[in-house]
């Protein structure tokens, strides 16, 4: 039997116990690998998880650094650092202008659990990772907005900035001139601002600039100041000088101003000078003067009188103004002017115009002639007013007419009252010149500007119907409320105190008396006054009503009844002296 030799072929294989364990050897470096990839994932989002759950480095909100904390870490320094930052006024502008608005009434409020949970969101972005751990991170807080309460506050915020668009103006006063800058005119868009704040509001960051229309004016601030700081300037700088052959005339700056007015033309500024303002500047009292006689009425045997005006020569008034204008901007400041043959101011035809020509009214009262001094002072104020002219329109004025009231002035010392006390005065006297003026002006139907009755009623006045004065304090004015002039004639003749207006009938006046009632007994009263006047008294006090009704004599015109009422003091026993002690 023959033995196979080794290498012979077999169909059955043999095996050493090396050649059994090659299959696992072949399986282990797959399950190595995969060990290492799930402990390597394993780590990586183990550190995914470490990393998410801090806030990322450098990470900052309004300038207070968070990074790197845990959250319960960063919501403490949130709470302590960034809320009070969020609470403080939040700086916009509109159109240029500073304001503010309070987060807390505008419905703005910081979400700091929102805020730490949006940065420590889980990540595992490797790039991201690594900002997170590297980069300079920024931050969008998360930010509640009520858009109810915004509104409001937007709402609020419109009526300080929004304006009508106003143009500059130049005033001119007192000889300076005062400029008022240009306004736009601004409509706040709310509900964009609505929107713009509730994306791009920044907690302790830069102010906002709220969207509005705006309505320029049609002359810029800065044009305006321009003009101003040359035009005006050189306006108010100096004196004008007109010049008419040899004739010259000074106009001041205070009259020039006076003349001034700003008037914008076709979208530029400007100014424009009065002519007639520098007319009447320029011809009082100068080279200038007009040789044209003014028409005047007059008294003459006890009535009014026309002397009849005459034409001459003077100032050309038209174009004056630009005249003066053009010569403020000259070094020389000098204007030429011409004289032209030229009617009076007040004519003839003016003057008939007036309708001066018939007693309307006469009205007198009686005074004491054994008083010498008083007398004078009648005397003096019925010489002030006798001739005066109150043109329709027009008011008179009695302190006007009489003033100063001083001894410089023609006036005297003599007995007035004063507090209720007989005393002495400058112009003592002069309260019945007063009653006189109101008298006629009543009866006229004139409108009673000012008066006032006397404290305590005297006899020769009628009651309810009189009038006092005090320079400084006490004035008598009536306006001359019709379409004629009116002429006052005052005299002082025998034991009475006159006077008459001359004019043209227009008014219808009637009067209703109430008589005298609430009647108050005088009493025993002292004065310590150095110029203590004593007195017996004995009269007794009252109250009067005085009801006036006027209709024009046409019948085309009726005014409302006028009721004044007044209540005067008993003449109280003046005992000069202080009052005894029980």
């Keep these: 039997m023959q033995t196979p030799s080794p290498d012979s072929s077999s169909t059955t294989p043999t095996h050493s116990p090396q050649d059994k364990k090659k299959p696992k050897s072949k399986a282990k470096p797959w399950i190595i690998t995969g060990s290492c990839v799930a402990a390597i994932a394993a780590a990586y989002f183990g550190g995914a998880a470490y990393v998410s759950s801090q806030v990322p480095a450098n990470a900052s909100i309004a300038g207070v650094n968070i990074g790197s904390m845990n959250k319960d870490q960063a919501r403490s320094e949130l709470e302590r650092e960034v809320l009070p930052l969020a609470e403080k006024d939040i700086d916009v502008t509109v159109n240029g202008e500073k304001y503010t608005l309070d987060p807390a009434k505008a419905g703005l409020a910081l979400n700091v659990d929102e805020t730490i949970n949006d940065l420590t969101s889980y990540e595992i972005n490797p790039v991201e990772l690594y900002e997170r751990l590297t980069g300079d991170v920024h931050v969008d807080p998360a930010v509640d907005v009520d858009q109810e309460k915004l509104s409001t506050q937007l709402e609020a915020l419109a009526k300080k900035a929004n304006a009508e668009v106003t143009e500059g103006a130049i005033e001119f006063k007192d000889g300076t001139a005062k400029l008022t800058k240009p306004v736009d005119g601004v409509a706040l868009k709310a509900d964009e601002a609505a929107s713009l704040i ?240 109101y008298n006629v002006g009543f009866l006229a139907g004139y409108d009673d500007i000012t008066h006032k009755p006397h404290s305590r009623w005297f006899e020769r006045y009628p009651a309810g119907r009189e009038a006092t004065l005090w320079e400084g304090q006490i004035d008598m004015i009536w306006e001359n409320n019709t379409p004629y002039g009116v002429m006052i004639q005052a005299w002082v003749s025998g034991d009475k105190v006159n006077t008459r207006l001359w004019s043209t009938k227009y008014w219808d006046v009637s009067q209703k008396s109430s008589g005298k009632y609430n009647l108050t007994n005088p009493e025993t009263k002292y004065n310590p006054a150095e110029k203590c006047v004593s007195e017996s008294g004995g009269k007794k006090g009252f109250s009067i009503d005085i009801t006036r009704y006027r209709e024009t004599f046409d019948g085309s015109k009726k005014l409302p009844a006028e009721t004044k009422s007044w209540t005067y003091s008993p003449w109280h026993k003046i005992v000069c002296g202080e009052k005894p002690k029980d």
């Design 198 to 437: 509730t994306d791009e509001w920044e907690i302790a960051g830069p102010a906002l600039t709220l969207p509005a229309d705006v309505t320029k004016p049609k002359i810029s601030a800065e044009s305006l100041q321009a003009f101003y700081d040359k035009d005006i300037k050189a306006l108010l700088k100096d004196d004008v000088t007109l010049s008419s052959d040899k004739k010259k005339a000074t106009i001041s700056v205070e009259t020039i101003v006076a003349a001034a007015s700003y008037t914008p033309k076709d979208g530029a500024p400007a100014i424009t000078l009065d002519d007639k303002k520098l007319y009447k500047a320029a011809t009082k009292n100068s080279d200038l003067s007009s040789t044209a006689e003014n028409a005047k009425i007059v008294l003459k045997d006890g009535k009014p009188s026309i002397v009849k005006s005459s034409k001459g020569v003077s100032l050309e008034t038209e174009g004056l103004g630009a005249k003066v204008l053009a010569a403020t901007a000259d070094k020389k400041r000098t204007a030429t002017v011409e004289m032209t043959e030229t009617e009076a101011e007040f004519t003839t035809a003016d003057a008939k115009k007036l309708g001066i020509k018939e007693p309307i009214v006469t009205f007198s009262t009686p005074y004491p002639a054994s008083d010498k001094v008083r007398t004078k002072n009648l005397y003096a104020g019925s010489a002030r007013v006798n001739g005066d002219i109150i043109k329709p329109g027009e008011r008179f004025s009695l302190l006007e007419a009489l003033g100063p009231i001083t001894v410089a002035n023609g006036y005297f010392s003599s007995g007035v009252v004063e507090s209720g006390f007989s005393t002495e005065a400058v112009g003592g006297g002069l309260s019945q010149i007063s009653t006189q003026m």
